[in-house]
């Protein structure tokens, strides 16, 4: 076959570009630092990639969501921890007046007592994290207690979060459960537990008081039931919170080491490319002088 100067013209320009597109590539990638900066550029890394960053997007979310659980959580065991004192208060108060008293100044200042714990134990009922009440379940815009009626004005909804691919986990119990015995912990209404103490002792009733005690016992039970139910779950959260930042890490270090331009690497084929190029340039220069002429003599 013949070998026109148009074929070796063009021989020599379609290796010119390959070398310039090339040089082009590696500029691109030293100025980026990354090794893809374009699907083109390697279809199959790009889809790994994608896939990858995304494992790593959805692992930061249910990092978040157990960041706010644990929160939501902390302050839930912080408020049952109130709850708890002030029980073991009413049940220290109870037990100095088991029997009755017939000094009333003894009765009204334990009623006088038992009201203030009652209000007490409402105002942990009406813990806020924020703007929102933490044991009112999803109505917790406004509070689920009052001092002056015994009715839980939340829902009994668990709030569940995302914490792994299709786990979640309730970041809250509900007030009707710790207060009015409505739910797994136990089946004492605490708040109306006071109110018969309180009215017990009013009416100076041994009985009564008696029976009221034996209730605060329960209670007491009651509350350290939620108490380890919150530390299930904030153990739960933990385990998950490792595992996931565990996986987080090995996915960066893959997308690393896929990614990021290895800048010692890049610059000894950097250079190797431009002298490539600039003897290819050279060569070309020489060759697309040459003339009939030159082939002749």
């Known amino acids: ?28 990638q030293v100025a980026s630092g990354l090794v893809i900066n374009r699907p083109s550029d390697d279809p199959i890394g790009a889809r790994q990639l994608l896939d990858m960053n995304d494992k790593i997007d959805r692992g930061d979310q249910h990092l978040s969501n157990i960041t ?17 004192k002030i029980i073991s208060q009413a049940k220290d108060l109870a037990g100095t007046i088991t029997s009755g008293s017939s000094d009333q100044t003894v009765r009204d200042n334990a009623v006088s007592q038992l009201t203030e ?16 009440y933490i044991f009112a379940g999803f109505d917790n815009n406004a509070p689920p207690f009052s001092v002056a009626s015994n009715v839980y004005n939340g829902t009994s909804d668990d709030i569940s979060v995302e914490i792994s691919n299709n786990a979640t986990v309730a970041m809250n119990i509900t007030g009707d459960a710790v207060l009015k015995g409505a739910g797994s912990y136990g089946s004492v209404d605490i708040l109306q537990t006071l109110d018969n103490l309180t009215t017990a002792i009013t009416n100076n009733n041994p009985t009564d008081i008696q029976a009221a005690a034996a209730q605060l016992d329960e209670s007491s039970d009651q509350v350290t039931n939620a108490r380890s139910d919150v530390a299930a779950k904030m153990t739960r959260l933990e385990s998950a919170k490792t595992m996931i930042t565990q996986n987080q890490n090995a ?28 003897a290819a340039l050279s060569a070309t220069a020489k060759v697309m002088q040459m003339s009939l002429l030159d082939y002749l003599s």
């Open 1 to 28: 076959m013949r070998i026109t100067s148009g074929m070796t013209a063009s021989n020599a320009l379609y290796y010119l570009q390959k070398e310039s597109s090339r040089l082009n590539l590696l500029n691109e």
């Open 68 to 84: 706010k659980s644990n929160l939501w959580l902390s302050v839930t065991d912080t408020a049952l921890e109130g709850m708890a």
């Open 117 to 132: 714990l009652k209000k007490q134990l409402v105002d942990m009922g009406n813990t806020q994290l924020g703007d929102q």
């Open 251 to 278: 996915l960066s270090n893959i997308v690393s080491d896929m990614q990021n331009v290895d800048y010692t690497e890049a610059a000894v084929e950097l250079k190797q490319q431009e002298t490539a190029y600039e």
